[in-house]
């Protein structure tokens, strides 16, 4: 293979990931960079600038999404490498910075080897993927695709009550460019997020697709009364059926076992005082499996358990779905050309399924797409402590790296 | 009984519910007068001129309790009429407000027959009686029968964070008097805010004293993590620890039953979020019972489910006392002075024990003291849908009246 020589900078690509990670630092490490907020902005701001650096033509779409195209010997589809810039409210520095920055650290090495490509080289950093302020979650990849209309998301309310298409205004990324019309390949380089593969040992994760994900909001309607004179039979606590209800999904994905989980992230009671039973409980429910069937199983399962504390605590149960999204294969081709590519590097590998939804799973919809996953410590994200060691972002990015140029150049190669 | 035909107006008594529910009035009815918040110090404006225009001497203690005295013929114990003004965050026009209002309406009786009673009569609002935003409740009335340092009082911290000393400062209501020195007797009418007397069409509440209080406050703290990647065996969740404990509440207090209550009324996750696993949870329990060992029992209940919890969800959880009062009995001659008063009235009685903590439980250790109950239409308080017949607060109050006088006109009535 050409070039096959050819490595990242590591110790540029690890101040690209410090550099972006001062950017909504959180005392104690960590950052919160919210979707669509000041901090976030100041970190699409820096990104668009360090694209600009690198000749990229950047292009914002109307949703927000941000692409900065390398030209390539001729007008095709485009080699895609992207992730996003968002975080959860106390996220780390990687989980979906790498992914970006990566491919930035792509475009350097390819620009200081004067390497033309014959496909245009693309990243791109997609809106909201955390689906932490706005739901659904990977919602800028979702527009992109197709997915869902402009006009409906532009529309979606925040957690703090703001208008996606106005908060967008606010930070100037309502974009009026399009991204790529067409997409050869999308590769997308991320930490595990999970602990498979430091456990294992193993250097490189083959994505083998992404598991399925139902997101239910619960509103649970009681009475608020006095907690100390309202006889235990009178009662209609929404406290307490928030709290049935969550215990007994921590009891059924228990008794599910294999590839099941189940989490009550958020659950808010109104009024919230000590000697008031609760009026109202807001609770959400996150369920994921990678095998559709038994996804299933599990919704069926909460639907039982709402209905008989519904019942039994005399409540009444809204629910909502926040999103909802089958379990998604990656494309075989693309799978074998990461395997192969990280084996004839000298990694180990292994391939998986992603225990978290990534914009890859949008993308897969118009494009062959896949995922070169990096072993995150302790298996810890969504959390200040998430890291993962320089030697592996550097190896993750070499994949990246190598697996473009397969993509991106032409198939012969002999012109390069 | 001299004076046996003497009423108060229950127009006038009406009126003073409804001008003082005006202040901090929510929309859609109730109201919001927290402990020392802005419109808290409204209503005491409004008390405190109210009092002036009856007459009454005025005096604020350094706890912020307003005493308005009535003097008596001579200088010896008071007989106190109150309650306080202060709500929960959605409280309704009657708790506390009617015994503070009814001491008025009492005073104006007395003032329009041009009574000269032998003993002073004092009317009195008690700081922070809810505990709704200072732990714990009964905060004036504690610290005026010495069973707080005024010290230790000024020093407690809001739920929102504040410092009680500086927040009464700048309301205006650290005061620099003291209260009635001695008190002969201590009369507290209120709304039943429980179900029994509407149930058995019962007129009048003779009541035989409080049930104990525990309110406990649990911080738990597990780990955050992704709710995708993070299996289920390497979680350390701080939501699911506090759902199984507060529904692990419910079912202890039901399997207890007879007079047990409990409630986990708030709750709180961080970081909150549909897809991070809940870093730390704080949550309150609140465990009530007229029997001090059956509250004992309940306690120890929750020991051992924390305990447990603790071990089997891999967290750990600090607990705190926000507040511990072992049930209270009232002076039986004062039950039965306004038991067989009620009945020479004309209205059915019942005694029972209170379900909840009046400012009664804490004047009861420095003076006979007890508690006239009225009906709540459906047993609510503590909810903006609150309600107590206009009937049914003229009654009350004529009980009130009259135990009043017998208390402080001489003991013969003859000089009258």
């Not at 706005?134 to 957690?159: N, Q, R, W």
């Not at 999103?323 to 990656?330: K, L």
Request: include cysteine; charge should be negative; proline fraction near 4%.
């Amino acid at each position: 293979m050409i070039f096959q020589e050819l490595r990242i900078n590591p110790t540029r690509l690890i101040s690209r990931v410090e550099r972006l990670g001062k950017i909504g630092a959180l005392e104690g490490g960590g950052v919160c960079r919210l979707a669509l907020t000041p901090s976030e902005k100041l970190g699409r701001d820096h990104l668009v600038a360090e694209m600009k650096a690198l000749g990229l033509d950047v292009a914002i779409d109307p949703i927000g999404n941000i692409f900065g195209a390398r030209k390539g010997r001729r007008e095709g589809p485009a080699v895609m490498l992207g992730s996003h810039i968002d975080t959860v409210a106390t996220g780390g520095l990687y989980d979906g910075a790498l992914g970006v920055l990566a491919g930035l650290e792509v475009i350097a090495t390819l620009n200081e080897g004067n390497i033309e490509t014959d496909l245009p080289v693309v990243v791109a950093a997609f809106t909201n993927e955390e689906g932490a302020r706005f739901a659904p979650d990977m919602l800028g990849s979702l527009v992109f695709v197709g997915g869902l209309s402009l006009a409906e998301a532009l529309d979606i309310v925040s957690i703090d009550g703001k208008r996606l298409g106005e908060e967008l205004e606010a930070i100037g990324y309502a974009g009026t460019d399009q991204g790529p019309e067409e997409v050869a390949a999308y590769f997308e380089l991320h930490i595990e997020q999970g602990p498979v593969l430091e456990d294992e040992k193993v250097e490189i994760g083959a994505v083998l697709g992404v598991q399925g994900i139902s997101w239910t909001e619960l509103t649970i309607r009681g009475r608020s009364a006095h907690a100390g004179t309202t006889p235990i039979r009178l009662r209609r606590d929404a406290g307490l059926a928030a709290a049935r209800i969550a215990a007994g999904v921590g009891a059924f994905v228990r008794s599910m076992g294999g590839d099941q989980v189940g989490t009550v992230g958020a659950s808010t009671l109104t009024p919230n005082l000590v000697n008031v039973v609760a009026e109202t409980a807001v609770m959400t429910v996150d369920l994921r499996n990678p095998d559709e069937g038994l996804l299933q199983v599990a919704e069926a399962k909460l639907t039982a358990l709402i209905e008989q504390i519904a019942g039994e605590e005399e409540v009444t149960i809204e629910r909502r779905s926040l999103a909802r999204f089958e379990p998604v294969d990656f494309a075989p081709a693309l799978i074998e050309t990461i395997d192969g590519t990280a084996r004839v590097l000298g990694f180990s590998t292994r391939r998986l399924f992603s225990g978290a939804g990534h914009d890859a799973q949008m993308l897969a919809r118009i494009a062959p797409a896949a995922m070169i996953f990096v072993p995150s410590v302790k298996g810890i994200s969504h959390n200040i402590t998430e890291y993962t060691e320089p030697a592996d972002l550097a190896n993750g990015a070499n994949v990246l790296l190598q697996v473009t140029l397969k993509q991106a150049l032409p198939t012969n190669g002999e012109e390069a």
